[in-house]
C-alpha cells in the first residue's frame, strides 16, 4: 500500500499527517489482498474563503486498486474529522462496489446455469 500526502495552502504538521495516515488506512482492509497494490493519494488544503470561514480545512483522497478508483472529499472545521467523513465515505464506496461485483458474478452463474439446463 502506498500513501502520498500532498498539502496545498496547508502548513502540515507531523501530528496530522500521522493522523490523516492513520484514519485513511482503515478503508483499506475491506480490500483484503488487493490492499497490497493500493495507491492512496491523500490532498490537503485551505478551504476557499467564498462562504466557509467555519471551514478552512478541505480533505481530497483518491483510492486505486485494480484499475478502480474511489473518490471522497471533505470540506470541515479539523483534519481529524475531515479525515473521519471521507474515511467513511471511501468505505461505503468500496462496499458499495464489492456488492456490485457479487451480484454481477452470481447472475452470470445463474445464467450458465441456465443455458446448462436448457437441454432437459
Known amino acids: 500500500m502506498n500513501i502520498t500526502i500532498?498539502?496545498?495552502r496547508y502548513?502540515?504538521?507531523?501530528?496530522?499527517?500521522?493522523?490523516?495516515?492513520?484514519?485513511?488506512?482503515?478503508?483499506?482492509?475491506?480490500?483484503?489482498?488487493?490492499?497490497d497494490g493500493?495507491?492512496?493519494?491523500?490532498?490537503?488544503?485551505?478551504a476557499p474563503p467564498e462562504g466557509r470561514s467555519s471551514e478552512p480545512c478541505r480533505l481530497v483522497a483518491r483510492l486505486?486498486?485494480?484499475?478502480?478508483?474511489?473518490?471522497a472529499e471533505a470540506v470541515k472545521p479539523s483534519p481529524a474529522s475531515a479525515a473521519d467523513r471521507v474515511r467513511?465515505?471511501?468505505?461505503?464506496e468500496i462496499r458499495r462496489s464489492r456488492g456490485r461485483t457479487r451480484k454481477l458474478i452470481r447472475r452470470g452463474g445463474a445464467a450458465i446455469k441456465r443455458m446448462l439446463?436448457?437441454?432437459r
Request: net charge negative.
Open 64 to 71: 486505486t486498486v485494480d484499475n478502480n478508483v474511489f473518490h
Open 117 to 119: 439446463r436448457f437441454g
Open 38 to 46: 493500493a495507491l492512496l493519494e491523500i490532498e490537503i488544503e485551505e
Open 88 to 92: 467513511s465515505e471511501l468505505e461505503a
Open 6 to 8: 500532498k498539502a496545498t
Open 11 to 35: 502548513t502540515l504538521t507531523p501530528e496530522t499527517e500521522a493522523i490523516i495516515e492513520e484514519k485513511l488506512a482503515a478503508p483499506l482492509r475491506l480490500l483484503g489482498e488487493k490492499g
